[in-house]
């Protein structure tokens, strides 16, 4: 049995599909923060490679796939500034909920703004290794950068959430 030449083999697809999918979403969905966003970004990566099938080898599809989907979600947060400018930013807030909710909800809204305060880069490291337990190494490839590069990473985005959630 011969190795697929290239990623228009139904079988090739399907396994770059399912060997790579889920991390490909978890890793936009820590960038988005949004299940929808990430989806889409999955997908789109997805259709690109079909549509390129013939130009990407197997074992660069990984590669074609984050660069597609992280260039999606670059896209998507440039279009999203131009429109929150515009947009009038009005938040919900209800004193209805008990004590231990308000006190639950606050500490959920500052690890929130926490990670959202984080650099992208760090952010992302930090979700990878602590929410889908990816080794250093899993998330320098993801990202195309040296394992030191995500342990300074990973050791500044734990300093700074520290510092923020001390305080609660």
């Keep these: 049995?011969?190795?697929?030449?290239?990623?228009?083999?139904?079988?090739?697809?399907?396994?770059i599909f399912q060997d790579h999918s889920r991390t490909i979403y978890n890793y936009i969905y820590y960038k988005f923060g949004n299940m929808e966003k990430a989806n889409d970004a999955v997908q789109e990566a997805f259709?690109?490679?079909?549509?390129?099938?013939?130009?990407?080898?197997?074992?660069?599809?990984?590669?074609?796939?984050?660069?597609?989907?992280?260039?999606?979600y670059l896209n998507v947060i440039k279009a999203e500034k131009v429109r929150?400018?515009?947009?009038?930013?009005?938040?919900?807030?209800?004193?209805?909920?008990p004590e231990f909710l308000m006190e639950e909800s606050e500490f959920k809204s500052k690890l929130d703004r926490a990670l959202n305060d984080l650099p992208d880069n760090q952010r992302t490291t930090f979700l990878l290794n602590r929410i889908d337990g990816k080794k250093y190494a899993e998330i320098a490839?993801?990202?195309?950068?040296?394992?030191?590069?995500?342990?300074?990473?990973m050791h500044l985005a734990l300093k700074a959430l520290r510092e923020e959630i001390d305080g609660i």
């Design 1 to 15: 049995m011969s190795t697929p030449t290239h990623v228009c083999e139904e079988k090739e697809y399907s396994r």
């Design 47 to 72: 259709v690109k490679l079909w549509e390129n099938c013939a130009k990407v080898a197997p074992e660069k599809a990984k590669s074609f796939l984050y660069t597609v989907a992280n260039n999606t």
């Design 84 to 97: 929150l400018k515009y947009a009038d930013s009005s938040l919900k807030t209800t004193n209805e909920s």
């Design 141 to 153: 490839e993801m990202e195309g950068v040296s394992v030191k590069a995500i342990e300074k990473r």
